[in-house]
């Protein structure tokens, strides 16, 4: 048996023909040779415009559907924010001269991996969400941990200091409805030689 969701057109019981349209995904070509620069100042500007799309739809979806399903929107919009996944495709950008477009398809591809390599390990716990969500949608979350990742800042390449200086990102994640993360952090080299404390820049809290 299938079972369709979606929100309703009918509020009785209807028979009659059902077309099914099946999305046909479209791959970004790789186009090398881009610059660099050009590239993730279009990046930063289809985030911008993707965050708020997001942030509409799941306003919407929450309004007319249910809050669960408007949360799967609110979730692809905190992602578009995580600096981890940003840096990792500013990185291919810069490695490979390629267009945005490939590198946000590979940095997607690499960490959805992630994470189903994370469930089928039996750390995370996915929940179906509730009626009106996409199909095969689920929460997932830490049920009893939490994931905790450092990644090197390399806004501050080029940079002279007087003692070793190290400058990070932190992130503590637990869901998408439980994530700290910390940006742009720098901890000093003391000439005592011990670490002795950091810096936080910004922070972010969901």
Request: glycine residues 10%; proline residues 3%; negative net charge.
């Amino acid at each position: 048996m299938i079972v369709i969701q979606g929100r309703g057109v009918s509020a009785g019981i209807v028979q009659g023909r059902l077309h099914c349209f099946h999305r046909v995904g479209a791959a970004a070509v790789k186009r090398a040779g881009a610059d660099p620069t050009e590239e993730c100042a279009r990046l930063a500007g289809a985030q911008d415009q993707a965050i708020r799309q997001l942030e509409a739809l799941a306003e919407r979806c929450g309004r007319e559907v249910s809050s669960e399903a408007g949360m799967v929107f609110s979730t692809h919009a905190m992602l578009l924010e995580d600096e981890s996944f940003l840096e990792y495709i500013k990185d291919i950008i810069n490695r490979e001269h390629c267009c945005a477009e490939y590198a946000v398809q590979q940095a997607g591809k690499t960490f959805a991996a992630t994470f189903e390599e994370l469930k089928e390990q039996g750390y995370l716990t996915s929940e179906p969400l509730g009626d009106g969500a996409p199909e095969g949608a689920a929460f997932l979350h830490w049920e009893d941990g939490c994931l905790f990742s450092i990644t090197p800042s390399e806004d501050h390449e080029g940079e002279d200091y007087s003692l070793p200086t190290l400058f990070f990102n932190a992130e503590k994640w637990r869901s998408s409805l439980g994530a700290y993360t910390f940006y742009d952090c720098s901890a000093m080299w003391p000439q005592g030689g011990t670490w002795t404390g950091y810096q936080i820049g910004s922070e972010m809290i969901s």
